[in-house]
């Protein structure tokens, strides 16, 4: 069952040199009881699509593209409705969201901002089952923000964003300043709250495609703005098709590699500026294998072993 | 006679204090270790194990609670005038943020002709063929660079001509703190690779502070491996980090997320309940660690064992040879 689609979205801010298009043209779904991972590097517009998703916000710019969630559009909803929506049917763990708790409120006090009418006791008695589900002592109730570490900080929003059993859980980057302990911990729990049910989906977004890999069904890569290549994980990690998957992927040391023995390179270059975006495919001018024609159309969707790649390489 | 290190770290303790009550935080809780000539060492840990503490103090940007840090023999802390001249040219820091550690308000061209004519009063045309040489030597184009306001460079770029900072007055050690982790995937293992040039082709000691196993596993000759203030294991990278006796570097090995293999299921990994290091009779580890016994509510020495040195009661039969 599909939870969720996203047709040919495009996403830009309005700065005063003009437009940035930090999401230029992207289609997916979601289905139930997928977890979706989104790769990609700084200002690849996947935290922009993501936040686009369910907390739409000035400068942020539809300038095409529509989403649905479970049949119902969401562009062009109302703030009060697409509210409704929030935390019951896809909630949102943005970016730095355990640093942004608020320091004065104790934790219980936040938890009872999402009661909005509900029981309070209900509530409060729901949030201390979950606490022990991610190994919190229910003392963490009465405790502020500041006395918490960062890995007990990032469980505890976790236990807020998922406390109303959302179908569609979204995180941005939620492991990326834990330790590695705490990252595979957390990781761990994602995966068991999709397991139990409280969530049904995931989208789980990070620069990290290893950390991507140990919980992602299928993962979409992202670069400057646009989608380059997507499909079940072990193809795109085993078998990138993408020469910007295969680079980034081959760009990453292993466990027992040094230097001495293989010399790894990275990307040339930087990722282009969004405000006037080169003409062609978006990484042609770092691509190592790109044509001529690579520099002046943009690559169109082709399937590669059942997947979706946008490269010129694969559609002559 | 053993040669002499280029730099020896020992008993350091940093202690902190916190708050209204004055609550001690045992930072680095007596750590000894050597940097050699000519060598990548990278102090590995996870926050809260003192990593930065160390290398702060070796830059002289921190005073050690007790301890000494020895540069070719002589106490940092009692050098003056020209000799601490001299320590601040040889001794050279990267940090992590490349956007904190420049003024957004002066173009990067301003620190690099500071640094020459600080540390070594060069100054003029000639600073700048050094320095134009010196941005190539870390992979710039000095004309894409110079003249520059650091937000109108890359990170990756920046992260470059703050290396390059450093090297233009011939540092004999660099304290690279974390100097990658704010980087893109694509762009990291590239400037690894400068350093492990600057090891290869030039000799420069490198220390290095970071958290990411595999990047360090990549780059280092040795590791040293911190949790909470102290040295759990210490040795050549292929026995630490390939073979790890210690039950925490066994569990940090084993989070690491891998892109050649999948995590089976449930890790038994025990979550610290609070991460602030204070002053412990017994193994730091302990709450956390799976093999727990009763000796380890007493602190393990760091003692030899094998190819590397290691602080754990399993580890104990020879624990007469303390060496720490």
């Known amino acids: ?316 | 006679m053993v040669a002499q290190a280029l730099l020896e770290v020992r008993n350091l303790v940093k202690v902190f204090k916190s708050g209204m009550m004055g609550r001690e935080i045992v930072a680095v809780d007596r750590v000894s270790f050597n940097i050699e000539e000519g060598e990548i060492l990278s102090l590995l840990g996870e926050s809260g194990s003192g990593k930065t503490t160390i290398a702060r103090m070796i830059l002289r940007l921190l005073k050690p609670t007790s301890g000494d840090i020895l540069y070719k023999g002589r106490n940092i802390w009692k050098l003056k005038g020209r000799e601490l001249i001299e320590y601040y040219r040889q001794v050279q820091g990267v940090f992590q943020d490349p956007y904190s550690s420049f003024n957004p308000i002066h173009k990067v061209d301003r620190p690099l002709l500071q640094a020459l004519k600080n540390l070594q009063g060069i100054e003029g045309s000639e600073a700048l063929k050094i320095i134009r040489e010196t941005l190539r030597k870390v992979g710039l184009n000095p004309d894409e660079v110079l003249g520059k306001y650091p937000h109108q460079l890359s990170g990756g770029q920046l992260q470059r001509v703050s290396i390059a900072r450093a090297l233009l007055v011939n540092p004999k050690l660099l304290v690279v703190d974390e100097p990658v982790s704010m980087l893109d995937a694509s762009t990291r293992i590239d400037v690894l690779n400068i350093f492990a040039d600057l090891r290869d082709n030039e000799g420069v000691s490198i220390l290095m502070i970071g958290h990411d196993i595999s990047l360090s596993y990549y780059i280092s000759d040795r590791i040293i491996i911190l949790y909470k203030g102290s040295i759990m294991e210490e040795g050549e990278t292929d026995a630490v980090l390939g073979s790890p006796l210690h039950p925490y570097t066994k569990m940090l090995i084993e989070s690491i997320p891998r892109i050649e293999e999948k995590w089976g299921r449930k890790s038994r990994i025990r979550l610290d309940v609070d991460q602030k290091p204070t002053a412990m009779s017994g193994c730091k580890f302990l709450d956390r660690c799976p093999h727990a016994f009763n000796m380890c509510t007493r602190k393990p020495n760091l003692i030899r064992k094998d190819n590397r040195k290691i602080a754990c009661w399993l580890y104990k039969n020879n624990y007469n040879q303390d060496i720490a």
């Open chain 1, 1 to 316: 069952m599909e939870l969720l689609r996203v047709e040919d979205l495009h996403v830009y801010y309005l700065t005063l040199r003009g437009y940035v298009r930090a999401v230029d043209g992207v289609t997916f779904t979601l289905t139930k009881g997928e977890v979706l991972g989104i790769a990609g590097e700084s200002g690849s517009g996947k935290s922009t699509l993501v936040n686009y998703i369910i907390l739409p916000k000035p400068p942020m710019v539809r300038v095409k593209g529509r989403i649905y969630y479970k049949g119902l559009e969401l562009t062009g909803l109302a703030r009060e409705e697409l509210g409704k929506i929030r935390y019951k049917g896809i909630s949102i763990i943005p970016q730095y969201a355990m640093d942004s708790l608020s320091p004065t409120k104790k934790v219980k006090r936040i938890i009872l901002d999402l009661a909005r009418g509900r029981s309070r006791e209900d509530l409060i008695e729901k949030a201390r089952e979950r606490l022990k589900l991610v190994n919190l002592s229910e003392r963490v109730l009465d405790m502020y923000p500041i006395e918490l570490s960062g890995g007990m900080k990032q469980r505890v929003v976790m236990v807020i964003s998922t406390l109303l059993d959302p179908d569609v859980l979204i995180a941005d980057e939620i492991t990326s300043a834990l330790d590695v302990t705490t990252q595979r911990a957390v990781l761990e729990m994602i995966r068991d709250f999709k397991e139990t049910g409280i969530i049904k989906s995931v989208i789980f977004v990070t620069h990290d495609i290893a950390a991507l890999y140990q919980i992602a069904d299928r993962i979409m890569v992202m670069y400057a703005g646009k989608l380059v290549e997507i499909g079940d994980a072990d193809g795109v990690v085993g078998n990138p098709k993408h020469p910007y998957t295969r680079a980034l992927i081959e760009s990453l040391p292993r466990i027992g590699v040094r230097y001495k023995v293989k010399r790894l390179k990275g990307i040339p270059g930087s990722p282009p500026s969004l405000l006037n975006p080169p003409r062609g495919c978006r990484f042609s001018p770092r691509c190592s294998e790109a044509l001529e024609k690579c520099r002046f159309e943009e690559p169109p969707e082709t399937l590669v072993d059942g997947r979706r790649v946008y490269c010129w390489l694969y559609s002559r």
